[in-house]
């Protein structure tokens, strides 16, 4: 059962990317199955489990702050089997990142295709305290004390 977002799109500005969002959530496939890790406050780890994929099967790339893995294999020629519980076929999988993380690497091991993301917060957008306290007047150029001020 898909739900229908059209009336939310009437009825909010704004809104339309976080409704999009919802909107492929909904219809994501199931392949290939994934884990996201998160090691501390800043690291991430998005792990697909690739079985029968090499490295020269599989990309990634990242634009627009879209993290895409895609998966094909070389079409050779098939064995006959008995039976087939390796799923071994062409797969697309989209990641939206957030604001600030970057791709770090990327790794082929035990099956397992794990891509390292970190969280690069530039120094501006960073929190940072702020001093209470009254300036020194003197240390001023130019300033005049109250009582300057007022024989002035």
């Not at 884990?35 to 792990?47: P, T």
Request: glycine fraction near 8%; aromatic fraction near 8%; avoid cysteine.
């Amino acid at each position: 059962m898909r739900l229908d977002y059209s009336p939310f799109f009437r009825t909010t500005v704004g809104f339309d990317r976080l409704l999009d969002l919802l909107d492929q959530a909904e219809g994501a496939p199931g392949y290939p199955p994934y884990n996201i890790e998160r090691s501390d406050e800043n690291h991430y780890r998005v792990s697909l489990a690739v079985a029968g994929f090499a490295e020269k099967d599989l990309e990634i790339e990242v634009r627009d702050g879209v993290l895409t893995v895609e998966g094909k294999r070389d079409p050779s020629p098939t064995p006959s089997y008995l039976h087939q519980g390796i799923a071994g076929r062409a797969f697309q999988r989209q990641f939206q990142l957030a604001e600030h993380v970057e791709v770090k690497g990327a790794r082929l091991e035990n099956g397992l295709l794990h891509v390292d993301l970190e969280r690069v917060v530039p120094d501006e957008k960073k929190p940072r305290k702020i001093v209470i306290g009254a300036p020194d007047l003197k240390t001023i150029q130019g300033a005049q004390t109250p009582s300057q001020r007022a024989a002035a």
